[in-house]
């Protein structure tokens, strides 16, 4: 069964920081990653998606990476904001129609 | 254009009624997703549907849970005889198609709480 971890579970940063989350994942045999980040009250909004054949995906000041072979990925986020402040959420897919969650690491940026 | 919608937005029920949950796909979506997540954890999938057939319902955990999509868009998720341990937010998603090449967008939720 796949697991998805997260660590930390919360972290807390000044603003202007640069910052690394980190996921990890139990079965290498993956479709695609999908970093989301969740607003409290609020639906998920995806973030980015790393197919299985991509190292990794760049979005603004979001940088994903993705390590199939030792099951990681890290979400790195340059020049933090207050508005960055939410529960960041990596999944995974293994081709089965679902995706599978880490629990989340909760970030607050502190102004 | 609008993205996915999902309601009610909060669902107060005593235990033992029965709720149905609603959520309407971004148009053209053929594939469409229930998660349900409790607090403090990631979303966990309950069933999956391509089109109008629930393709995988693996994740429902019992036989309360019913889910339909009568006309391949908008689908109900149906909970008959609620528990307290139902309480969660139910969270839809839809993707172009289910091929992994699609990101799955996701709905507001629907928070449930059973007292």
């Known amino acids: 069964k796949q697991e998805v971890t997260q660590i930390p579970a919360a972290l807390s940063v000044p603003e202007g920081e640069n910052l690394v989350l980190n996921c990890s994942f139990t079965d290498s045999a993956i479709y695609n990653l999908q970093w989301l980040r969740q607003d409290p009250g609020k639906g998920l909004t995806s973030l980015l998606l790393?197919?299985?054949?991509?190292r990794e995906q760049t979005s603004g000041r979001l940088n994903a990476s993705l390590d199939k072979s030792s099951g990681r990925s890290t979400l790195y986020i340059a020049a933090s904001q207050p508005g960055d402040s939410a529960t960041y959420l990596c999944a995974v897919y293994l081709g089965n129609e679902k995706l599978t969650f880490g629990t989340g690491t909760r970030l607050t940026i502190i102004p | 254009g609008a993205g996915v919608s999902q309601t009610p937005s909060n669902k107060v029920t005593e235990k033992g009624k029965y709720v149905e949950l609603r959520c309407d796909p971004i148009?053209?979506?053929?594939?469409l997703y229930w998660y349900r997540q409790s607090l403090g954890q990631g979303p966990e999938f309950l069933i999956y549907f391509q089109g109008t057939g629930a393709a995988d319902d693996s994740g429902l955990p019992n036989d309360r849970f019913f889910a339909v999509r009568p006309e391949g868009s908008v689908s109900t998720l149906k909970i008959q005889r609620t528990e307290r341990g139902d309480s969660a937010v139910y969270l839809c998603?839809?993707?172009?198609?289910?091929?992994?090449?699609?990101?799955?967008?996701f709905g507001p939720g629907t928070r449930l709480t059973v007292t």
């Open positions: 790393i197919q299985s054949s991509q």
């Open positions: 148009s053209g979506h053929t594939a």
């Open positions: 998603a839809s993707s172009l198609n289910g091929d992994s090449s699609y990101e799955q967008y």
